[in-house]
């Protein structure tokens, strides 16, 4: 099906646009733009490249997608964003390609961005992942899949943030966020496991019994992470999900939220 573009939308004819898209009042595609089928702009949208953009996205008006890195370092060299499909972004949301020569920002699929949240450059966000009002990544923070995080809240530069894990509203984060944990405040502290999460994506009531226990030998045990590591191994370590939790702790160079 045919493309349908408003006529007060300015979209280069160096894009590509895919089929069945629609193109509202007032957007503005760049060059070097490739989007994908069934995508819909609203209004008011800025998609800039190098940018490759998956089918079925949805962009509300004012967001500004694709725009150069805001680090001073860059210097007009091409990067690019990479994003997959059925993501939905609302108003006012920005997304930054990469700063140093071929580097990329990567979004995944089916995420849902509420209104001004912000993803920096050389991120990497995974797929069903939830921000909410001006949650705000800063460069090279790595977001996993099913992660969640909360309104006014704001994750340093390289932080990693790990799967199923969620951020409270209004949460500084500085250090890398473990999966299946909640970190909540200002300084930001691990407060629980976030059974809701796990128990939404169908995780068994056993495993979580075991991920409960492996938060209690990592925060609540007097142990250092190196300790807890050891002894979550010794007790827990075939378990899938708290083999998972150790790789992500024991390959952290920031350390984790405690």
Known sequence: MASCIHPSAVVSSKAEI???????PYCVIGDSVRLGDRCILRSHVVLDGPSQIGAENEFFPFC??????QDLKYKGEPTYLRMGDGN??????TINRGTAPG???VVGSHNNLLAYAHIAHNCTVGSHCIFSNNGTLAGHVVMDDYAIIGGLSAVH????????????GCTKIVQDVPPYMIADGN???????NAVGLQRHGVSEAVQKQIRQAHKIIYSSGLNTTQAVERLKEELGEVPEVAALI????TSPRGIVR
Not at 88 to 93: A, H, K, L, S
Not at 187 to 193: F, G
Not at 247 to 250: K, R, S
Request: hydrophobic content about 40%; proline content about 2%; charged content about 25%.
């Open 18 to 24: 895919g089929s069945d898209v629609e193109i509202g």
């Open 64 to 69: 500004s997608i694709g725009g150069v890195t």
């Open 88 to 93: 939905r972004f609302r108003e006012g949301v």
């Open 103 to 105: 580097e990329e920002t």
């Open 157 to 168: 530069q390289f932080c990693r943030i790990g799967r199923m894990s969620i951020i409270g």
């Open 187 to 193: 300084p930001a502290a691990v407060r629980s496991i």
């Open 247 to 250: 790789e992500f702790i024991v």
